[in-house]
């Protein structure tokens, strides 16, 4: 009896010889058709292969354009911004250089043409060699690649250093360059330039791409360049306000400077009559005094006035000012004209006291005129007053506290085509030669400027009125502590050297800081002054000096002092300059600056107290 493992051997061959007998035929019979389907499979996967690749690169591109739109987008809001050129021009290449799709060695420059319209100057820049900044900081153009690309008005590519390569630093690595001019109209205002891996290969997308910065860049300097030129009109205007006003003014000044004057020379005249009188000299001599003061606060409010300065707010009491301004009125207006006046208000504005200043001067130098043939009152009344939600008398006014002003004349008055002129730039109902039409117009400005609100009514014959509304703070100031102390200065035994130009300056301080126990040098020059500092700096404890000189101004004197005795301490006068204020002076080191004109009492103890500081330091 056969076993039962060959039995089943057998029919394991025989089921295999069956079953390929059966794919055998199968084969023969489908295979046509599933050789065509194979070939239909394998190019349906070729084309989803093909799509995924064009589907990539479609979300590459609006990957790309998506980051160039978001750069574009905040280089514009930066520009809203109060940012300088410069900064904007560090923050873009820093951008640039952030996209991983553009090719570039981490370095990058931006120039700017300023000054001579055919010369790059190197405004920013990054990852740049220490010898390169000053090889490149002014191109001209049509030198280099910059200069080639500032002049052609075309995008300039080098895949290395090639010969039209000029400017270069040593150990300078390979590299190659997109050099973009920035245009406007056609004309180059600066370049982009940026490195690239040496024999790297020109891309249109990334010229297209940087060629949309250069676009927006132009945009923006062009918008900068307009703010700043709109600023600098607009401080011309105001200037050219003050100076008519300044102009209908000066007669009266002329007269009331001349009138005090008159009175110092007379009680000078007395006192020597008078010598051996010395109860009546001691009252000669406080009536000089007074009529000092009296032209040291006219000179003040003149200047206060005339100042060319940029705006600069800060809180004070505009009934202050305003009572200056009076005093000022009084001096220069005639008799025919009352002046009549009402200051109530106690409030605090958040402004800028000359230019606050300058809108009282023009409307009441307006409402001077209006009455110069007549004669009449004018008014000024200053309240504080509240504007609710309910309040209809007053359009365009937000609700809130304000300080209201109110200059008025009974003067001749203007019809309703005149009213609706009146704040136009040059319009005037003066005669030709008597005004330019720029101050009520640059009244409105600086009133809007202080997110103001200027009101007027008039009708022929009966005389115009002005309403000005300023913005009041919450709270009130301290009032402010008086100029002079009654304590006498303390005097010293420290070594002062001084500085002025004015002869009777530096007698009258010699003589005063002497009596004071201190030790006194004097010089009329600043140039004088720094040889003999040179030759002696253990000498001197302190230096006063002028600020305006001839040669060497006060500064450059103080700096260089400084720099040879960096503890010698410096107290800065000035009589008038728009060199330095007391900011900037205290900033570079001064110790202390004082405005002239100054009392001895004063600069006395302003010397004992900087000296003590330095004692201590």
């Known amino acids: 009896m056969p076993r039962r493992s060959d039995d089943e051997k057998k029919w394991a061959m025989m089921r295999e010889k069956i079953i390929g007998l059966g794919e055998t035929s199968i084969r023969k019979s489908y295979y046509p058709e599933l050789r ?11 084309e989803l292969e093909l799509e995924i690749i064009e589907r990539q690169r479609g979300e590459e591109e609006i990957k790309r354009n998506y980051e160039i739109q978001t750069i574009i987008n905040s280089l514009l809001k930066l520009s809203l911004q109060d940012i300088s050129l410069d900064e904007l021009f560090s923050i873009t290449i820093d951008k640039i250089l952030s996209l991983r799709w553009l090719s570039h060695q981490e370095k990058a420059f931006i120039f700017l043409v300023e000054d001579d319209p055919e010369v790059l100057v190197l405004k920013a820049g990054t990852g740049l060699p220490e010898q390169l900044p000053s090889h490149c900081a002014a191109v001209p153009f049509g030198k280099c690649l910059c200069g080639l690309a500032a002049s052609t008005g075309e995008i300039q590519f080098a895949d290395h250093a090639d010969e039209r390569h000029t400017l270069r630093s040593e150990n300078m690595p390979p590299h190659g360059h997109y050099a973009v001019p920035i245009l406007l109209d056609n004309r180059t205002i600066g370049l ?42 607009e401080e011309e205007l105001r200037q050219a306000s003050k100076m008519e006003a300044i102009g209908t003014l000066a007669g009266g000044i002329a007269h009331d400077f001349n009138n005090i004057l008159t009175s110092i020379f007379g009680f000078t005249e007395l006192t020597r009559m008078d010598k051996d009188d010395p109860e009546k000299v001691v009252k000669n001599i406080d009536e000089i005094y007074r009529g000092a003061l009296r032209a040291k606060d006219l000179v003040k409010q003149i200047l206060t006035f005339s100042r060319r300065s940029e705006q600069q707010k800060r809180a004070f009491q505009p009934a202050l000012l305003t009572k200056e301004c009076l005093k000022l009125l009084r001096a220069t207006i005639p008799a025919t004209i009352e002046i009549r006046q009402d200051i109530r208000s106690t409030g605090t504005a958040m402004a800028d006291p000359t230019q ?46 304000f300080i209201r002003l109110e200059v008025s004349d009974t003067g001749i008055g203007m019809g309703k085509e005149t009213l609706s002129k009146i704040f136009e730039p040059y319009f005037t109902t003066k005669e030709i030669g008597e005004g330019t039409g720029l101050g009520l117009a640059v009244v409105h400005g600086i009133i809007q400027g202080h997110n103001g609100h200027i009101t007027v009514s008039s009708e022929p014959g009966t005389g115009t009125t002005f309403h000005v509304f300023l913005p009041r703070m919450d709270g009130n100031m301290a009032k402010p502590t008086s100029f002079l102390e009654d304590s006498p200065a303390q005097g010293g035994q420290e070594h002062i050297l001084i500085v002025d130009d004015e002869a009777n300056i530096v007698k009258i301080a010699k003589e005063i800081f002497e009596d004071s126990s201190y030790q006194v040098t004097t010089h009329r020059t ?7 500092f040179q030759q002696h700096p253990e000498k001197y404890d302190l230096l006063i000096t002028d600020m305006a000189m001839p040669g060497m101004n006060g500064v450059d004197l103080a700096r260089q002092v400084m720099e040879i005795k960096p503890s010698m301490p410096v107290i800065l006068c000035s009589g008038h300059s728009d060199m330095v204020n007391r900011e900037q002076a205290l900033a570079m080191g001064i110790r202390a600056y004082v405005a002239k004109p100054y009392f001895m009492s004063e600069i006395l103890r302003t010397i004992r107290k900087v000296l003590n500081r330095s004692n201590y330091e």
Not at 36 to 46: F, G, M, S, V
Not at 361 to 377: E, F
Request: aromatic content about 4%; charged content about 25%; glycine content about 6%.
């Open 526 to 532: 600043g140039t004088e002054a720094l040889e003999d």
């Open 36 to 46: 065509q389907k194979i070939i239909e499979l394998e190019k349906t996967n070729r």
């Open 356 to 401: 606050i200043h300058q809108i009282i001067m023009n409307l009441c130098t307006n409402a001077y005129h209006a009455m110069r043939h007549t004669g009449g009152i004018l008014t000024l009344t200053l309240h504080d007053m509240e504007i609710s939600k309910e309040d209809s008398d007053f359009p365009g006014l937000a609700p809130g506290p």
């Open 192 to 233: 982009i330039c940026i490195f690239l891996p040496a024999w790297h290969k020109r891309d249109a997308r990334e010229e297209e791409f940087l060629a949309s910065i250069a676009h927006t860049l132009a945009g923006i300097i062009q918008r900068k360049v307009m703010e700043k030129d709109k600023a600098r009109l």
